[in-house]
């Protein structure tokens, strides 16, 4: 269902030398497992306990058929769900896929940085990278390590899951070692993968229950390790040590334990549980082999583990000064941008704070770079003071005193800001340009960078041009590459990488060689420092360009087909529901992932592959674009139950949410009948299929019998007995997916309800990926924002009276400028001229996702985002912490939550969603079923306009006339596309509007489009 895609090879290793350069480029983005399982356990998830029959019959099974014209094969199913442990003795399976192929497989992801790159630091919530790359030649991972305030480690390149043929027990444990009288290494003989990486450095009590020692001493120090898991012995932690070769997790023993000079033996105990489905594997894919491990002998030390020390503070050039410590730092470190004041350089009277904090990578968490916003004195003799603020933690707990060292003098100027290479896309129409430095500034526009290096930040074509000047390099239609950009040009996906994009249908000569240099003064890094050299550097195309590709073929016979019997796993932590029947509580969330197998009907045309989960809410749970093997939606990785009520058991909750929790999965899917995420966002609906002339219809009903007597109080719709009926559609011969939802109430009463579909758009992207790039296009121009997020009134002007929560929407379409996670609800959409549509573009390859329907009747429009930071920091295996790298928007029939709107006795409630990819687009000004289209007029009267339709195949006409007029200023006759949009320009007054109008061959105009509406 999910599905990987390569990444940018990284090149250069750590180039950090004399004029400390950044090390080599940091990827991001992801890896996902795909994986058919059989499951011999059956996991019933939260349902309401209600009289009647079991809510889980047995389900019909059916095969997968491909329709032809004029089949009809109807069933009506409910569903059930199982889960496993990931140990149930049989090992996932995976799908293995080529080299080639593997940047369109569907499979999960896991996020990447390569060997030699900066780390980001442990404490800010285990993050993992999410974003994706432009292109690509491997996966790598990149994670940070745990708790607040620490080191990052920079994982190894991980490898598609191997499948349970071709799983190998090649991993082993070659070496077992005390490092002082507090912890243990473990070293395996080889690199361990990206999972268990993962996983032991987002939750450092996961391996310690599978880990035991024996060997202490009755009445010893180390009595306690007698052969008990390790998870007994209260504080225990195991996590990976930042080694240059990934191949070891260390034990530090909580307060119960002390090493001392005996020897002891260490092994591995999965229980009823294979060690290789407890993630216990190889970055190559090879298992810890069966349920337990040998015992591995070592020699206790009675060396006593030490608090944070400094073993050396030396200058690095006039602006860095590199930190070793002692030992391994685990967390209090701070990385990225620094304003605090608890890390100080001192001469005499004067005193100076970082920057900027960079964690460097194979070091054991013990080397860190401080950047400075000044020159230091060359001629002074500095102190470093690490204060007591920063609890600086190491095998031996938290320092509470101050650490300290003597700098040792500097070794020359700091080098400002350059470029450090240029190198063209394999494809030919991107151009990656690398500094030297961190860059804070592109001339007056700020470079966002998160925690864990992730960008984001777009870049326009004019400001490509302020920045840039590129000489000799030409496209094949002889254009200079400066005039053959896109509007949206380019985007930072880490602050030393600039990826400038050429408008579609624009590739360079192959082979082409030219230049490129800053202009004077247009970049400046995190120190403050700002370019001087202008000397260009050298760029040559490949002699010969290969196209991506998704093995799609535009000419192939339109199809339908259609899986039944599909199943898919989903990974979240293991949860007890409590006695209620319906909540979770945080006690009874257990420190183990396990694979919940989901029922799913899988439907794929020529164009589209669509994963619906009527077990699981009712979803469309993924939408797969097969020209670019990209999904539109989002689905997470791994789940992990959040949101908990602190309330007294079997008393009203004070959760956010009605069930008192939520776990996050993903894709779109219907609410009802409160707010949030409803009642039944967790629970099977009943549905049938309909099948019949090339069409394919799965029809979800759920009716609104549900009152949970201990739900928050600001629930109060009670059991409405609403039905609903959700209807998904797929035509053999579109790319579209229609969402039909109907309300209706059987009652002789008015009934208040609130109805949301939400959605988790990730457009462009692997299934549990998105992009640091990605903008909401609407029409809306004004936000409402929740009275609980006053951050965004510092990143948005004031669209009403101080006070009114009414913003101007604009900064806050882009990703990158949430800061926060928050709340805003779209303004005016029901009365909008072109008003009946919404979506979200991703700018790292202008794919993208449109919602149409008629927001007469689903007149709410609600934003919520994690915020940039979060939402790309987060590693997934975190307990606790759902946020995600997706832009959820949801539809709604009243304007907001906690504001229902009313349906009348026996009245129904009907309208019809389609979700659409676009190509091609980094805007839109209008949207229907037949595609999407931007026009753009400057203040000279230039107007530029895009146009993609879904009538992909089909012989179209696109005019762009002056809106005032009715003159034609350009038109094309063309055929529709799977991957690019027709472009037509021209020129009016300037204050004047142009309209852009979508024909077919019969005239029936299919789609207008007008700037300035």
């Avoid at 004029?19 to 939260?46: F, K």
């Avoid at 507090?182 to 032991?200: C, H, P, R, V």
């Avoid at 535009?554 to 898919?568: E, F, M, S």
């Avoid at 008003?835 to 993208?848: D, F, I, S």
Wanted: with cysteine; glycine share 10%.
């Amino acid at each position: 269902m999910a599905r990987l895609r390569q990444v940018l090879p990284e090149r250069g290793g750590d180039r950090a030398g004399a004029g400390g350069r950044v090390p080599g480029r940091r990827a991001a983005a992801v890896l996902q497992r795909i994986r058919l399982t059989a499951a011999p356990s059956v996991h019933r998830p939260p349902f309401y306990r209600t009289a009647g029959p079991d809510p889980y019959p047995p389900a019909r099974t059916s095969s997968a058929d491909v329709l032809g014209s004029g089949a009809r094969q109807v069933w009506t199913k409910s569903c059930r769900c199982t889960s496993r442990p990931h140990a149930t003795g049989r090992a996932r399976r995976s799908l293995q896929i080529p080299k080639k192929s593997a940047e369109k497989a569907t499979g999960a992801r896991s996020a990447h940085r390569a060997p030699g790159s900066p780390l980001i630091g442990e404490d800010y919530m285990n993050t993992q990278f999410n974003r994706t790359r432009p292109r690509g030649a491997a996966l790598a991972l990149a994670l940070a390590l745990a708790t607040a305030g620490g080191a990052v480690v920079s994982m190894p390149q991980p490898v598609l899951a191997q499948s349970q043929q071709s799983a190998q027990p090649s991993l082993r444990v070659s070496k077992v070692s005390s490092v002082d009288d507090k912890s243990i290494d473990i070293t395996f003989n080889e690199a361990l993968g990206s999972d268990i990486l993962q996983f032991t450095a987002a939750n450092q009590a996961y391996a310690a229950q599978y880990i035991k020692v024996s060997g202490g001493v009755a009445g010893g120090a180390d009595a306690a390790l007698d052969g008990r898991p390790l998870s007994q012995v209260a504080g225990t932690t195991v996590r990976p040590v930042d080694t240059p070769d990934h191949r070891t997790l260390r034990v530090v023993l909580g307060a119960d334990a002390t090493l001392d000079g005996h020897t002891y033996e260490l092994w591995f105990d999965g229980g009823s549980d294979k060690l290789g489905d407890l993630f216990f594997r190889s970055a190559d894919g090879g298992v810890l082999p069966g349920s337990s491990t040998k015992q591995s002998t070592f020699r206790g030390t009675t060396q006593d583990a030490a608090l944070a020390t400094v073993s050396s503070a030396k200058q690095v050039d006039s602006r860095t000064v590199d930190v070793t410590f002692a030992g391994t730092v685990w967390s209090g470190m701070p990385v990225g941008a620094y304003t605090g004041s608890d890390i100080t350089l001192k001469s005499g009277e004067s005193s100076v704070h970082p920057v900027y904090v960079e964690s460097l990578t194979g070091t054991s968490q013990r080397n860190y770079r401080l950047y400075f916003g000044a020159d230091l004195n060359s001629d002074a003799s500095y102190q470093l003071t690490l204060g007591t603020g920063l609890k600086l933690t190491t095998n031996a707990g938290a320092a509470t005193a101050e650490v300290g060292a003597t700098v040792a003098g500097g070794r020359g100027a700091y080098a400002a800001p350059e470029i450090a290479g240029a190198e063209v896309g394999a494809s030919g129409d991107r151009i990656e340009v690398r500094f030297s430095r961190r860059i804070a500034k592109a001339g007056d526009l700020a470079v966002k960078e998160t925690l864990t290096g992730v960008s984001g930040t777009n870049v326009t074509a004019d400001q490509v041009r302020g920045l840039l000047r590129f000489t000799g390099l030409t496209t094949t239609s002889g254009q200079d590459v400066s005039q053959a950009l896109r509007d949206d040009a380019a985007y930072f996906p880490d602050a030393s990488t600039l990826v400038i994009k050429l408008d579609s249908g624009q590739t360079l000569k192959a082979g082409a060689r030219g230049r490129v240099a800053l202009a004077q003064g247009s970049v400046t890094d995190i120190t403050g420092a700002t370019s001087t050299n202008t000397s260009p550097v050298s760029v040559r195309a490949p002699r010969h360009f290969t196209s991506p590709g998704a093995g799609f073929n535009p000419n192939g016979p339109d199809y339908l087909k259609v899986n039944t019997h599909a199943t898919t796993v989903f990974d979240h932590y293991d949860y007890q529901v409590s006695d209620d029947g319906v909540s979770v509580r945080s006690d009874g969330v257990a420190n183990k992932v396990v694979g919940q197998t989901i029922k799913t009907v899988e439907v794929e045309n020529k164009y589209i592959k669509a994963t619906f989960a009527p077990g699981y809410g009712g979803r469309l749970l993924s939408m797969i674009y097969k020209p670019t093997g990209n999904d539109l939606f989002y689905t997470n990785p791994v789940g992990t139950p959040y949101g908990f009520s602190s309330k007294a058991p079997g008393t009203p909750g004070n959760s956010p949410f009605y069930q008192n929790w939520l776990m996050v999965y993903g894709g779109v899917f219907p609410t009802l009948t409160e707010a949030e995420h409803g009642k039944y966002w967790n629970v099977p609906w009943d549905y049938k299929i309909d099948q019949r002339n090339g069409k394919f219809s799965i029809t979800v009903t759920k009716t609104d019998d549900v009152d949970y007597p201990y739900k928050p109080s600001k629930y109060v719709h009670g059991a409405t007995g609403i039905k609903t009926a959700v209807t998904y559609s797929v035509d053999a011969h579109k790319p579209t997916l229609d969402m039909a939802v109907s309300l209706n109430n059987p009652s002789d009463q008015d009934k208040q309800f609130e109805y949301w579909t939400c959605t988790t758009l990730a457009p462009g992207a692997p299934t549990t990926s998105g992009s640091p790039t990605m903008s909401v296009v609407s029409p809306v121009k004004t936000v409402y924002r929740d009275p609980g997020y006053a951050w965004m009134e510092g990143v948005e002007q004031p669209a009403g009276p101080a006070g009114s929560g009414l913003l101007k929407l604009d900064k806050l379409k882009q990703m990158s400028n949430w800061t926060r996670d928050g709340i805003a609800y779209g303004q005016d959409l029901a009365t909008m001229q072109q008003g009946n549509w919404w979506g979200v573009v991703n700018h790292e390859n202008n794919e993208g996702v449109v919602r149409v329907g008629d927001n007469t009747k689903t007149p709410g429009m609600k934003f919520w985002e994690w915020g940039q930071n979060k939402s790309f920091d987060t590693n997934v295996y975190t307990k606790g912490n759902s946020a995600r790298p997706y832009i959820e928007l949801w539809a709604g029939a009243s304007m907001k939550f906690f504001s229902p709107a009313t349906l009348k006795a026996g009245q129904t409630l009907s309208w019809t969603e389609t979700y659409l990819p676009t190509m091609d687009l980094g805007d839109v000004t209008n949207a229907n079923t037949n595609g999407a289209a931007e026009v753009k007029v400057d203040a000279s009267g230039n107007v530029t306009s895009r146009l993609f339709s879904t009538a992909i195949g089909q012989k179209l006409r696109a005019t762009l006339v002056d809106a005032t007029t009715g003159k034609t200023l350009d038109q094309s006759s063309f055929t529709g596309t799977a991957n690019t949009a027709v472009k037509l320009k021209g020129k009016v007054t300037p204050g004047a509007q142009a309209r852009l109008v979508l024909t077919d061959t019969h005239g029936t105009t299919l789609l207008t489009a007008e700037s300035g509406t």
